[in-house]
């Protein structure tokens, strides 16, 4: 990636990283434009002011437009939002793999019962790596 490409990214997720940011856009993903109020209960736990500062942060990048129904996304919102759809695959995989590690926690009343990379698709880490250890300085 070059070093402009790695600025872009840095730059969209230096934006997205703001609280609530991702979850402005995920509350208007589904394309009906929501009003202020519809929009803070939508996101949930969000004041007004902070809700007005990712609004406008938003708008300024080019993600959220106000309408005269309210705000909605942007065909950039629209565009990110899609190539982030993969997110609820990946968290329904990740939730389950989560209740599984918790299950078999508690089956054996030990925080070691199962390996990190139980019950996800990541390989396991290779056991001289795990057993590496770095000099202290």
Known sequence: MSSKENAAVNQLLA???ARYAL?????????????????QDSVGGITPNTLNTRIKELREAGLVIH?????????SGQDLLKRLSDLQAFAGKW???????AAA??????AVAAPPHAGTDAPPAPAAAAATSFPSH
């Open 23 to 39: 979850r402005v856009l995920w509350a208007l993903r589904d394309g009906h434009a929501q009003t202020f109020r519809l929009l």
């Open 105 to 110: 926690v508690a089956a054996s009343g030990s």
């Open 15 to 17: 934006l997205l990283e």
């Open 95 to 101: 939730q389950a793999a989560q209740v599984k590690k």
């Open 67 to 75: 309408g005269g129904d309210g705000y909605s996304l942007t065909l």
